[in-house]
């Protein structure tokens, strides 16, 4: 299946008024997210919103439509939030931390997208090359060079690629992908705005931190 092939199936063919767009790809992307490709009924997620039994299937055609298009919605924000937090004209370690600091904030304010990708990442398949393809393998192609050049510099320290993926996914989407936990051991105060935003600050503090030469 080509990239080009999903986007027309991701595409809606036509708007409901008692269901916005985002509404309905937000609603999509947690139902997927929370019971995984297979576990979504149409048809619930059809009740939940509130609209017809079909509706649906007349704007996207398919489920697998439906997830393309909610991906899509989810996905892009993410890397658009990274780009415009990124200021190329900064110093690398400054830019190295907005980019994390970027990237958990996104990920606590979306934390569908992380359940998500774990998801599809157990099954394998052309969902989840569509993911790689089409968003993660393009921001680490942007994000790459700038710590490669920062290692020529002398500047941090040379970490095998998935080290500083994992560090930065894991430790930056896992408190608010598993919220049930989160709100088990650390309390519903671990997921208010002022805590996310110290916690937003302090993973990129980290993540720079270990990496810098001193």
Same mark, same amino acid.
């Given at each position: 299946?080509?990239?080009?092939?999903?986007?027309?199936?991701?595409?809606?063919?036509? #708007? *409901? !008024?008692? @269901?916005?767009?985002?509404?309905? =790809?937000?609603?999509?992307?947690? +139902? %997927?997210?929370?019971?995984?490709?297979?576990?979504?009924?149409?048809?619930?997620?059809?009740?939940?919103?509130?609209?017809?039994?079909?509706?649906?299937?007349?704007?996207?055609?398919?489920?697998?439509?439906?997830?393309?298009?909610?991906?899509?919605?989810?996905?892009?924000?993410?890397?658009?939030?990274?780009?415009?937090? #990124? *200021? !190329?004209? @900064?110093?690398?370690?400054?830019? =190295?931390?907005?980019?994390?600091? +970027? %990237?958990?904030?996104?990920?606590?304010?979306?934390?569908?997208?992380?359940?998500?990708?774990?998801?599809?990442?157990?099954?394998?398949?052309?969902?989840?090359?569509?993911?790689?393809?089409?968003?993660?393998?393009?921001?680490?192609?942007?994000?790459?060079?700038?710590?490669?050049?920062?290692?020529?510099?002398?500047?941090?320290?040379?970490?095998?690629?998935?080290?500083?993926?994992?560090?930065?996914?894991?430790?930056?989407?896992?408190?608010?992908?598993?919220?049930?936990?989160?709100?088990?051991?650390?309390?519903?105060?671990?997921?208010?705005?002022?805590?996310?935003?110290?916690?937003?600050?302090?993973?990129?503090?980290?993540?720079?931190?270990?990496?810098?030469?001193?």
């Amino acid at each position: 299946m080509t990239e080009g092939v999903r986007r027309q199936r991701g595409r809606p063919r036509g #708007d *409901d !008024p008692a @269901a916005p767009a985002d509404n309905v =790809l937000a609603a999509a992307l947690h +139902a %997927f997210g929370v019971h995984g490709y297979q576990g979504v009924s149409v048809r619930e997620l059809n009740k939940e919103l509130g609209v017809s039994h079909n509706a649906l299937h007349q704007r996207f055609g398919s489920k697998e439509a439906v997830w393309y298009a909610a991906v899509d919605w989810g996905f892009g924000g993410l890397v658009s939030a990274l780009l415009a937090a #990124d *200021d !190329p004209s @900064a110093d690398g370690l400054a830019r =190295l931390r907005s980019f994390v600091r +970027a %990237f958990v904030l996104y990920q606590a304010r979306n934390p569908d997208l992380q359940r998500v990708i774990n998801g599809e990442a157990g099954a394998g398949g052309a969902r989840l090359e569509h993911l790689l393809s089409k968003f993660v393998r393009p921001v680490l192609e942007w994000f790459e060079p700038l710590v490669t050049q920062l290692v020529v510099d002398g500047r941090v320290r040379a970490v095998p690629p998935e080290l500083l993926y994992t560090m930065i996914t894991a430790g930056g989407g896992t408190l608010f992908s598993n919220v049930a936990a989160t709100r088990y051991l650390f309390g519903e105060e671990a997921l208010g705005e002022a805590a996310v935003a110290r916690y937003a600050e302090e993973v990129a503090d980290f993540v720079v931190g270990g990496l810098t030469v001193t």
